[in-house]
């Protein structure tokens, strides 16, 4: 049996497992799970395709993930859906996805739809329920248990006495969308300056890269462009790469293979609210393939839009084309502070890697096998292993050039330039399914004093405990707890307002420090290499904006 066999085969055991069994405590007519049961047979009794209440269609939803998982028929996907997706997936039934990506997108398009409608503050009052619910039954918000008591809750909240009109039901609502749709084929495209031929020679330019600072669509563009052609990929050739190009230089972490990277850049530019103006430009680049477009014209088409030349907008920063994602970012738009997951508590600032793991770890089980492959097919070539032969190395990425040319319907071909990195200080390698370990790297001046640093640290471990770290250990740890227990939030969060008010002294922006307690990471030269351009920006975004307040 394969891995992506054997992982779903668990999963769905784990889940009859979970199915079988009440919460802990809870016995007779107050038990949640059995007045989830009650609820769950009143709405669908009382809620029918086509006519559906909020409640009625988390409901059909919820039916549907157990009738999908009896008949084993469900997709690897469904194993990430928590309550929101539940009940977007009850108000398309019976209709299906091709994959997770479409899914994700046309729920966030839906729910984009109800803003500003009752029907929106349904949805918001749907998620006060299902967090609230996490909290009082000491239960993950995705945890089956957890959903099917939500029935009852909903029911009580009076989330069954208003019913969605048709023009609003998904089926409806989006059958014109972009998200459904795609932009048209004769979107008028703004005409070429008379200088764009001089703005694509110096966009060609083979000079250095330039800062890691700048956050352009025209700049990240050009360094994805540099990194396909460093993996043997036609990009001054062929128009279809250029979507591709901007995507992986922006949002994957390096582990990310190139082969999934085409389906997860179309799934992304599909994903944005139609009124970004970064939507324009993805635009262009969807639709330049299918009008057989060369490189040179669409990159003219491109500098004729300021939204090219301007700073990427954050919403474009943040991954979300995949299930179990929706619901913690509405609740944390409505001041909710974490939020409890099967994989862990959520906060705000790890919502990004959330997204991460669950794209990468997604792709790796679609796939079966890619795990077994590290991250050969990453366009990193540091992530190669030194035990890969040169002839089996060179045989894999001519594989991986191929497979990503036949997705883009493109020819094969190109040299590959010849220009290598060096490696930095501090690098963290990211497999294919989103685990990662960092790389210290001893013969760098930065590297030597961090690896210094944390051999104290292990020694702060042992005169603390009295033995020597376990694998599973918080290398930092709460100085005032008799067991090694990690620093809370509120811990670090309270650190780095500390370290914010006296940063002046010692010749720091504060607004670093501001920054860092906003996204949950603080980006420097030497640690550029272990975050995402996405991340980047994001980042220097926040230290603006701090820059700005404090002025």
Known sequence: MGKASKKKREMRERERGTASAAPTGATGSGDPRALGEQALDRLVRSNTPGRLSLAGAYAWGYAALGHAQLEGTEPDWYQEIDPLDALF?????????????????????WLRLLKGTAHGKGIQRFV??????????????????????LNGRLEAAGLDQRRLPKRLLPKAALQDSRVAQGPPLDLPFPDPSEDSKEQTSDFWDDSPARSWAEDTPAAVLRDGLHRLQAAGLPVKKESGLLLLALYAALMPKPG???EDMFEHAQAWAFSLDDASPLVPVLDVLLTAPELEMSVAETLGHLFALPAFSERIPSEALLWTSSPGLALLRLAFELGVSSVSTRTGTVTPDLLDWVGMRTRMSLSSVARGSATDLGTMDSIDDSAVTQEESDERWGERREAVREAVLRKVRKRPGAQRPAYQRQDPPIERIWNADGSSLIRISTESPRGGALTNALEGQIDSFREKFGREPDPDDPLFFDPDADEPTPLTKEHIDKMLLEMAEHAAEFGIDPAYFHACREVGYMVTEESRTMFTTAEVIAFNTAVARHRQAEA
Do not use: I, K
């Not at 997936?89 to 398009?109: I, Q, S, T």
């Not at 006060?128 to 008591?149: C, F, I, K």
């Open 128 to 149: 006060r329920e299902a967090v609230t619910a996490s909290e009082d039954l000491n239960l993950p918000v995705n945890d089956g248990n957890l959903m099917l008591a």
């Open 89 to 109: 997936l009850g108000a398309v039934w019976p209709d299906r996805f091709r994959d997770e990506f479409e899914f994700a997108n046309a729920r966030d398009a």
């Open 256 to 258: 990310e293979l190139l």
